[in-house]
């Protein structure tokens, strides 16, 4: 059974700092996906990576995809107050492909002034 | 249409009753899910449909539970004689090929 991990769970940071969210699972895959959830909000696509070694960008935020480490991290820089949200990571299983992802627990962060 | 269309938005119901949830995906999406979120929780999934083939319904927690995809478009979920732990909000998402999930804005169902 896949299993998706997200570490941490919970995140406070100052507006301007650095710093990485982790995304583990436990079996094979190389798709992984990056959501957005703002309180009382659905959950809106961030990145999707398709293969090892995938980086993508947009603004403050990049994601990036290790196969082999079955690991993805979400790196936030100079994080501004607007960032604030959970943040998932759902894997596509690599013998189930295209049907359900499993969804890690959420990060949830909140970026202070 | 533009995005995936959920109704109602939200859904309060007394213990017992039966209640549906709509679920609109984008056209042309073949594959539907629904996945249930409750308060402060990560996503649970419940079913999945994929074009004309069988659904997936190993989330399901009851057989309480149940939905339907009509003419490959929408879906309807159904559950029946609710309890309080049904409570949550309950996602819909489409997608097509290998883009991910585009999630509606959710069912937020209350039982009282």
């Known amino acids: 059974e896949l299993k998706v991990e997200q570490n941490p769970l919970f995140l406070s940071m100052q507006e301007g700092k650095n710093y990485t969210i982790y995304c583990n699972y436990s079996t094979t895959s190389d798709r992984l996906y990056w959501y957005r959830q703002d309180p009382g909000k659905s959950l809106e696509s961030l990145f999707v990576l398709l293969s090892n070694g995938a980086v993508k960008q947009e603004g403050r935020l990049m994601a990036s995809l290790d196969t082999k480490a079955r690991l993805s991290t979400l790196h936030i820089t100079a994080a501004v107050h607007d960032l604030s949200a959970t943040y998932f990571c759902?894997?596509?299983?690599?013998?189930?492909?295209?049907?359900?992802?499993?969804f890690g627990p959420g990060t949830r962060l909140s970026v202070l002034p | 249409g533009a995005g995936v269309s959920q109704s109602p938005s939200n859904k309060v119901t007394e213990k017992g009753k039966d209640v549906e949830l709509r679920c609109d995906p984008i056209s042309g999406h073949t594959a539907l899910y629904w996945y249930r979120q409750s308060l402060g929780q990560g996503l649970e999934f419940l079913i999945y449909?994929?074009?004309?083939?069988?659904?997936?319904k190993s989330g399901l927690p009851s057989d309480r539970f149940s939905a339907e995809r009509t003419g490959g478009s929408v879906s309807t979920l159904t559950i029946q004689r609710t309890q309080q732990e049904d409570s949550a909000v309950y996602l819909c998402?489409?997608?097509?090929?290998?883009?991910?999930?585009?999630f509606g804005s959710g069912t937020r169902l209350t039982v009282v």
């Open positions: 759902a894997v596509d299983p690599v013998d189930n492909y295209g049907q359900n992802f499993v």
């Open positions: 998402a489409s997608s097509f090929n290998n883009y991910g999930y585009t």
């Open positions: 449909f994929q074009g004309n083939s069988a659904p997936d």
